[in-house]
């Protein structure tokens, strides 16, 4: 399964956060390619970690550990390396940071919150100083907190653009929004967009000048939101919107390209795009769409993944940690992590590279960022709400239609902030289940014994569900905490049972209804 990058800090230095102090500078060994000749950290270091799930990084991760260890003679690290994503490695650490890995990767809009829960040690000023001069300045700011970085950066790729078929669609005509729905449709291929998925919907009102700011308090509660999706330049938004939804060449699966002209995607997806596009891939950002004669360039989400460092109390080990993850986040090994996976670099030197340099992709992605907003914090609940709009969009006969979705988008939110305690702490069933599709959460019933029990839900094979709290993402189960969704094995009438030890263990299981 998770806006400005200056309203977060704003956010923070409203709130009062109270941040952790950078590390005190101590000898370091070095995190380049010369030998470190002080002993003064030299010593056996036991360290867990967590790092992305996908195949091979955590190979590549204890590789780059042994390159550390080999500059570095008499530091010896035993690492215990788990894969876990970087979407939801954030919210595992805040919830029991004593238990949490020294060091893991995690996407930037967790920032504020793992601050908050005291979760990150600020590097030393020197580091700072190295992490400034040595990333992009998108990147420097998501690791930032009130002026002080907090973690290191990893990546500058986390955002999406156009992936294209050059035989059909012009460079002109990919510059337009309607120019490409016509090709699409002229050729019978699809135009594949995820405006059901809330993180692309949003690309939409960003558009058109639209903003959905989220504020916390100091307990990383959610306490207003700026927003103003239900306006003017918001009905304008779901025109354009339309306009794509209702086409015959529309598909909402951006995860796939068969049949496709076009693919609204990531990095993620650059070896399926070059697969399927062959010799005529095109790649660029997204087009613009006029609406009443105004013409407004299609926006959307940026991020970055970053890798914090937890707090220590053994200040050789800190320092030590800290100068394992400059290394494990250097120009060298962002390099790494490209020619393997195609991440793209934060590190300036490393973008400058011939090869990143030459990344279609990569090309792509960085022409539009510059209409992008890097995600903040938003509430969890968000992304049911507003995903719901691509879909309206698309049903909707007239303007009415659309400013009812819009009314109905207000509500919704309004709602999170009447919320009762109970309603917070509740939790329900939610997939797509019962005729509905991960937007309707199914009561469970609290037992008092730390299980909750849904009613007889009437499910079939290959359906999806999870359980969550509070009508929201951030604490919820699949086959783990935070995990991959429970999939219906068999046709039948079920009741769902969650035991819960209140914080990250859990277990949820089908029970068959006489």
């Given amino acids: 399964m998770k806006k400005i990058i200056a309203l ?59 390159a550390f260890e080999a500059a570095n003679p008499g530091i010896v690290i035993n690492a215990q390396i788990e894969g876990v ?40 000023q020197k580091a700072q100083a190295t992490i400034k001069a040595n990333n992009d300045a998108g990147s420097v700011a998501a690791a930032s907190v009130a002026g002080t970085i907090y973690a290191y950066p990893m990546t500058s790729d986390n955002g999406y653009y156009m992936y294209y078929d050059k035989s059909i669609i012009s460079d002109e005509d990919a510059e337009s929004l309607e120019k490409i729905i016509a090709a699409c449709e002229a050729n019978n291929v699809k135009f594949r967009y995820a ?73 993620w997806n650059a070896n399926a795009a070059a697969d399927h596009f062959g010799e005529n891939l095109g790649a660029t950002d997204l087009p613009s769409f006029e609406v009443d004669g105004t013409s407004y360039h299609l926006g959307s989400y940026t991020g970055n993944k970053l890798m914090g460092v937890k707090p220590q109390t053994d200040a050789k080990k800190a320092a030590v940690l800290s100068q394992l993850a400059q290394f494990l986040t250097n120009e ?51 992304w049911d709400i507003a995903k719901v709009l691509g879909a309206d969009a698309k049903a909707a006969a007239d303007d009415a239609a659309l400013q009812t979705a819009l009314d109905n988008y207000t509500t919704a939110i309004s709602g999170l902030f009447s919320m009762t305690e109970d309603q917070k702490n509740a939790w329900g069933v939610i997939g797509n289940i019962c005729n509905t599709n991960w937007d309707t959460d199914f009561a469970m019933t609290d037992n008092g014994d730390g299980t909750y029990i849904s009613e007889v839900l009437e499910l079939k094979a290959g359906e999806e569900f999870k359980v969550r709290q509070g009508a929201s993402w951030d604490v919820n189960f699949g086959v783990e905490f935070n995990g991959a969704n429970i999939v219906v094995e068999a046709d039948g009438k079920y009741q769902v049972k969650l035991t819960w030890d209140g914080a990250q263990t859990g277990t949820v299981e089908l029970i068959p209804a006489e």
């Avoid at 370091?28 to 002993?39: H, I, K, R, V």
């Avoid at 590279?353 to 609940?381: D, M, R």
């Fill in 85 to 124: 994503t970087e979407a939801d490695a954030g919210s595992k650490v805040v919830a029991d940071v004593a238990s949490a890995p020294d060091i893991y990767c995690f996407a930037q809009d967790q920032l504020a919150r793992l601050v908050q829960a005291a979760a990150l040690a600020a590097p030393g």
């Fill in 195 to 267: 405006l059901e998925n809330a993180w692309y919907t949003a690309s939409f009102f960003f558009a058109t000048g639209c903003k959905s700011n989220w504020s916390m308090n100091e307990a990383g509660e959610f306490t207003s939101v700026d927003d103003d999706f239900n306006s003017a330049a918001g009905l304008a938004a779901m025109k354009g919107m339309q306009k794509l939804a209702q086409s015959t060449c529309y598909d909402s699966n951006a995860d796939i390209f068969t049949d496709a002209g076009v693919v609204i995607t990531g990095i």
């Fill in 8 to 66: 977060v800090l704003v956010l923070v230095m409203a709130l009062g956060i109270v941040a952790c102090a950078p590390a005190t500078e101590t000898p370091t060994p070095t995190t380049g390619g010369t030998t470190n000749t002080g002993s003064d950290l030299s010593g056996t270091y036991d360290i867990t970690m967590w790092v992305s799930e996908i195949d091979g990084v955590a190979a590549l991760t204890q590789e780059m550990i042994d």
């Fill in 332 to 382: 060298e090994n962002q390099m790494k992590r490209y020619e393997k996976y195609q991440w793209g670099p934060s590190n300036k030197a490393a973008q400058a590279s011939e090869s990143v340099q030459a990344n279609t992709s990569l090309a792509a992605l960085a022409k539009q960022n510059e209409y992008g907003q890097p995600q903040g914090q938003i509430h969890g609940s968000w």
